[in-house]
Each structure stands twice: as structure tokens, then as C-alpha cells.
């Protein structure tokens, strides 16, 4: 048996080592199994924390400030413009008494009734709740009382965020009917801001993929294609005109990467900026929460009213977030690495690097040592079949529809054979990518690249620097397939070439430094003008 398990974990004994390990293998054994005794529910932390501060880190702003661009823009007369309109005109509309909030949530709540079904996108919608708290904040606005840009704004919320009374299902048909009896801080915290909730938008089964209890969520673009995940739902409502925006989580691409796919913007913020207090936990160390949006400032919008630590989250970090939509852009350092523009790349890549050249800031060639970024991914492994340890002891698991090779049951079952000396020495390793993309981040203020960029979706996610993915382009695709863990990396299929192709958005991707999204932020407002395809919308969504 140790000689079968040495295979496994890519070791070899003598027989002398194993016949001296006979007589305590079995109080091993029998220690992990009385651990096992002692039922964890999945809010329950870890006792070790994830900070993504190395030692001599000064927080780069003192206070919360947002400054946001005039809202200038008339109202439009036909409610379709009114719903894809941007966060900052929809605000002003609202704050000056052009539109009301019950009206906006009325037009939402039509479109969602219409296209929602045809996504998939939604797994509850809320409609009672939602007029009732658009007429609440009606009532404010009469009484003189505005709550600050968010007021009156309908938005949806990934369904793995509780909510009092609702169902919070986490996409997962164990979960279905799951009812919490309290509201996640993030709920909280938009309630006082007075956004208004339409419902909750699916996710992938616990936060992976597209493929939830209630179908496959798709993308408006061409509806044959799920939206990618897990964040599915959130980016598919948005990219329809669906909601004024979304919430999304990610842990390795959950946010950015149906951005990518769906034409949103998605802004994973700095780890531990976000309490993640009351939603459902994948990987302790890795879980982020963020907006995905139509436009740059939106997303500014969003996280300014999340941002906030709390005691709730041991994860959570008080630091305050600026952002002044304007500010000169004028005298960045902007990064690139030189292979993510090398082979593969496309010519929305190449655009929208050569659009950042004509921005008039200084573009430089970067670099990061060689390290093994993707032997990381055991990690998230190992925490996801932690925290869901029950399902696949339980034989639960096997009620999941996705059942494939990459799909979470398979990946589970799997990393109850990883080392725990081996997860010892990723943390140590995890040390040096933090080290890394911090001498990076001394170089530059900002680095762009595609989605994939070499190992930047591992690397910053388990560094926790911040994330921003805008729409920069289109492709004309067959129907791709969806992501998947394996073989230690996240991997897509193949679009299919051979039948109908789609015209697609696709995205760019600029990175930041910790805490401090603010000129990420501004370099992708320039960059967004400058590219000029943000407003286009799906013929499906019309």
C-alpha cells in the first residue's frame, strides 16, 4: 500500500523506509480520520490568513475619496437606452429626478422577465422586493435624502452571497434550497447605499464554470456558448441590459474571466479590500468579491461602496480606496510582457497596446523570473475540497450534473491525495510570486496584457493584486467551449471553426498594485475612450 501511494505523490521509499513506517502509519491514519469527526460548516475559517502586505508595506492613500466624472448625458426616451446606459449617467438621471428608481427597476424587471429565461442568468428573481425598495428609495429622494451614487440603482447579486429570507443555493443541487436566516455584509452595505435588489444571479456549482442547478448560463453573444464563470450569471445579466450591474467573486478568473467572454468589465479588487462575510467560501485564501460592470467608472462606483473592513471577515483589511475619474493619467509606467504579445495573441491585442502607446504614457517591457506559477493551482485545489470536504465523503458530490474529468467532483476527490508537507511549501513558494510581482510592480504602475497572460491569472491571484478586465474589441468565433481545472491549469476548448461563427467581444486586462486601483482605474477610462467599442450592445439583448 505505501508502495501504490508512493506513485501517487511522486516519491519513492526503500523497502527498509517502509517497513519502518508500519508501526505508526496507522495512529496517522486514525488522527485524520477522528479530525474528520468534527463536522466544519463552510463559514467556518481558517485559522492561518492570507496577507497579500509584505513586510515595509506603507497603504498608498489615507483616506476614502471618489470623484467621479460630470453626468451630462440627457435622458434617453426609449427605456432600452435607458437600461444599457452607464452607472454614472443612470446615477445623475436619478439624483436630478429625470428617472426613478421604481421606473428603472420596472424596465429591469420587464427585460429580465423577456431575455432572462433565454440566458439562464438568474437563478431567483425578486421582483416584490425589488419595487418595494425602489419606492423606498424614491421616498428618500422626495424627503431630500440621497444615500450617495448607488441611490436607486437595481443590481444583481451572485448566488452565493446570503440573503435574508432567499434562497442561496451556491448553483449547486445540494445547496437548492438552502434559506439563510441573515444578509452577507455585502448586502448590507449596498442596502445603505440604496441600491435596489432585483435577484440573484447563477453561478457555476460552487463557483466554478457556467453549468449550475437550473442550466447552463450563456452569453448574450451567441447563445449556443455559456457565459464562462463562475461569476456567469452576473457578467450575462449585465452584458444583456439586464441590471445597472453585478456582483462577482473570483478565485482564479471568476470575474475577468466571463468578462472576457461576455464583453463586461470586471474589477477583482485588491485581496482582502471586500468583507466576504455571509457568502460561501471556496478557497479562504484566494476568495475575492467585485463589480462587473458596462463601463471603467462603474466599477469605481461599485467597489467604493463595498470597500470597508470588518471583523467578520479575518481575511479583511482596512484600506481606504481613491479614485478621481480625473485625474491625469500623464506620467504612468505602463507594463507589458513581451511573450503575452508574442504568438497567440490577436489583433485586439495588439490594439489595444498600440491604443495605450497613442494614450502618451511611458510603455515598457517587463519581466518575471522563472518560477513554477502553476504548481500554485494545488493549493485552491486543496482548500476547495476542504471546505467542501462533506460532499465527497459523503457521496453527495456525485449529484452535481458536471461530472467531467475538470469538473469540481473529479478535482476534489483528487486532492485528498496531495501532500500537506507539499501545501507547506507552496505557501513558501506563494512567498517568492509575491516577491516577484512586487519587484515587478516597482518597475511599472500598471501592466496590461490579454486574459492568459503568461502566468498572471495564477500569479496575481494568489498575490491579491487587483484586476481590471474592459471590453477592447471583437472576434468572429465558432461556439467555444467552457474552462476547465486540469493537468494543473486552467484550460478552454477549442472554438469550433468548422460550423457558424459569432461576432464576440473580447477584452483586455491591466493589473495594478496593492491598494491602489486608482490609476488601473484611470489608465482603463483612457484606454475605453480611446478603443471606442464599449457601448456596443448584443443584437440578442435589442
Request: charged share 20%.
Amino acid at each position: 500500500m505505501i508502495a501504490a501511494a508512493e506513485a501517487l505523490m511522486g516519491l519513492e521509499y526503500t523497502p527498509e523506509e517502509r517497513a519502518q513506517m508500519l508501526d505508526n502509519l496507522e495512529g496517522q491514519i486514525g488522527l485524520a480520520r477522528a479530525r474528520r469527526g468534527v463536522k466544519l460548516a463552510n463559514s467556518a475559517p481558517m485559522a492561518l490568513r492570507f496577507d497579500p502586505r509584505l513586510p515595509g508595506f506603507v497603504l498608498p492613500h489615507g483616506a476614502d475619496t471618489l470623484h467621479l466624472s460630470p453626468a451630462t448625458a440627457p435622458l434617453p426616451e426609449s427605456d432600452e437606452d435607458i437600461a444599457f446606459a452607464g452607472l454614472r449617467e443612470l446615477s445623475g438621471w436619478i439624483a436630478s429626478g429625470q428617472l426613478s428608481s421604481r421606473r428603472l427597476t420596472r424596465i429591469y424587471l420587464d427585460r429580465i422577465a423577456e431575455l432572462g429565461p433565454k440566458l439562464e442568468c438568474f437563478a431567483t428573481v425578486t421582483p416584490e422586493l425589488a419595487l418595494a425598495e425602489a419606492e423606498a428609495a424614491d421616498a428618500l429622494l422626495r424627503a431630500g435624502v440621497l444615500l450617495g451614487p448607488l441611490h436607486g440603482i437595481p443590481y444583481g447579486l451572485k448566488d452565493l452571497f446570503d440573503t435574508r429570507g432567499i434562497v442561496t443555493g451556491w448553483g449547486a443541487e445540494p445547496y437548492r434550497d438552502r434559506v439563510p436566516d441573515a444578509d452577507a455584509a455585502v448586502v448590507k452595505k449596498l442596502r445603505a447605499a440604496g441600491a435596489v435588489l432585483l435577484g440573484k444571479t447563477a453561478l457555476g456549482a460552487l463557483a466554478y464554470g457556467d453549468i449550475w442547478y437550473g442550466g447552463i448560463s450563456r452569453n448574450p453573444w451567441n447563445l449556443n456558448e455559456g457565459s464562462s464563470g463562475s461569476s456567469a450569471g452576473s457578467a450575462s445579466a449585465t452584458a444583456a441590459g439586464l441590471c445597472g450591474f453585478a456582483i462577482g467573486t473570483e478565485t482564479l478568473g471568476s470575474i475577468t474571466s466571463p468578462s472576457q467572454r461576455c464583453g463586461t468589465t470586471g474589477l477583482r479588487p485588491t485581496f482582502g479590500r471586500v468583507s466576504r462575510a455571509g457568502v460561501m467560501a471556496l478557497s479562504n485564501s484566494l476568495d475575492k468579491i467585485g463589480p462587473i460592470c458596462r463601463r471603467v467608472e462603474d466599477t469605481a462606483m461599485v467597489l467604493a461602496a463595498l470597500n470597508g473592513a470588518d471583523v467578520e471577515d479575518r481575511s479583511s483589511i482596512a484600506a481606504p480606496f481613491a479614485f478621481d475619474a480625473g485625474a491625469p493619467i500623464a506620467g504612468l509606467k505602463v507594463g507589458y510582457l513581451p511573450e503575452a504579445f508574442g504568438e497567440g495573441a490577436t489583433a485586439v491585442d495588439h490594439e489595444a497596446l498600440a491604443a495605450v502607446r497613442r494614450l502618451g504614457v511611458e510603455v515598457v517591457e517587463a519581466h518575471l523570473p522563472v518560477l513554477p506559477y502553476a504548481a500554485l493551482m494545488n493549493t485552491l485545489y486543496a482548500e476547495a475540497a476542504a471546505f467542501f470536504e462533506e460532499l465527497t465523503l459523503s457521496g453527495q458530490d456525485d449529484s452535481l450534473t458536471w461530472q467531467e474529468a475538470g469538473a469540481w467532483p473529479n478535482t476534489m476527490r483528487k486532492a485528498r491525495f496531495l501532500s500537506a508537507v507539499d501545501h507547506v511549501q507552496l505557501d513558501r513558494l506563494r512567498y517568492q510570486v509575491m516577491l516577484a510581482l512586487d519587484g515587478l510592480f516597482r518597475q511599472v504602475d500598471v501592466l496590461i496584457g490579454p486574459f492568459m497572460t503568461g502566468p498572471m491569472l495564477v500569479a496575481s491571484n494568489f498575490t491579491g493584486h487587483p484586476c481590471l478586465h474592459l471590453r477592447a474589441g471583437f472576434e468572429s468565433l465558432g461556439t467555444r467551449g467552457r474552462g476547465s481545472l486540469g493537468a494543473g491549469k486552467l484550460t478552454g476548448s477549442r472554438a469550433d471553426t468548422a460550423g457558424a461563427t459569432f461576432r464576440v467581444p473580447q477584452g483586455i486586462s491591466l493589473w495594478g498594485r496593492l491598494f491602489d486601483e486608482g490609476p488601473m482605474l484611470g489608465l482603463g477610462m483612457a484606454l475605453e475612450r480611446e478603443l471606442g467599442v464599449a457601448a456596443e450592445r448584443p443584437t440578442f439583448a435589442k
